[in-house]
């Protein structure tokens, strides 16, 4: 593992810590952070994340923040990098 791949894996995992990201959403930031876009894809390969739980996290924030159909909650979980699986599986979490 080289030193970028290391403070990017490291990266990854604060941010998982403080909020929840899509698989896409979190190489997005490392690279919006000047991480390399092959370092940021192998850190974010190489962490522990659910990534269905993620999806559960941030459905339950947009619906802390405002109202949502449940299509409309899926289709912006997607539109965030979320798989639709990913976004099902979210919105499932919340009852919606």
Do not use: C
């Amino acid at each position: 593992m080289t030193p970028g791949q290391e403070n990017a894996m490291a990266s990854a995992e604060n941010y998982i810590n403080m909020t929840a990201f899509s698989h896409k959403g979190l190489v997005e930031q490392l690279v919006f952070e000047d991480y390399s876009e092959a370092d940021a894809i192998y850190a974010v390969n190489h962490i522990k994340v659910d990534w269905n739980e993620q999806a559960a996290k941030s459905a339950k924030n947009y619906l802390d923040m405002t109202a949502f159909s449940r299509q409309g909650l899926i289709d912006q979980l997607v539109f965030e990098g979320y798989t639709p699986e990913q976004a099902t599986y979210g919105v499932n979490q919340t009852g919606l």
